[in-house]
């Protein structure tokens, strides 16, 4: 059964937040990166630009075919899982 332990990882040291697992030996674990504030900053940013940038275009109504649209607008990127 797997237990969450909140950690800070610095390298390759380990600064416990929460009690560490109480465990004889070795324990393996899977570490998941949490954002931090800044990344969501830069992230709003991005957003906001690209709010901006439809604005200009005169909105979603400066849109003639919003399928068509919405098709292009995804065509840049792979979604998870697959390939290209």
């Given at each position: 059964?797997?237990?969450?332990?909140?950690?800070?990882?610095?390298?390759?040291?380990?600064?416990?937040?929460?009690?560490?697992?109480?465990?004889?030996?070795?324990?393996?674990?899977?570490?998941?990166?949490?954002?931090?504030?800044?990344?969501?900053?830069?992230?709003?940013?991005?957003?906001?630009?690209?709010?901006?940038?439809?604005?200009?275009?005169?909105?979603?109504?400066?849109?003639?075919?919003?399928?068509?649209?919405?098709?292009?607008?995804?065509?840049?990127?792979?979604l998870p899982?697959?390939?290209?």
């Open positions: 059964m797997a237990s969450t332990y909140r950690a800070v990882v610095d390298g390759d040291h380990i600064r416990w937040i929460d009690p560490p697992p109480q465990s004889k030996g070795e324990v393996e674990v899977r570490v998941t990166v949490v954002e931090r504030e800044r990344d969501k900053t830069s992230r709003r940013e991005l957003v906001r630009e690209a709010l901006e940038q439809l604005a200009a275009r005169g909105g979603i109504v400066g849109i003639e075919d919003p399928a068509s649209w919405q098709r292009e607008s995804r065509s840049d990127r792979v899982g697959r390939e290209p």
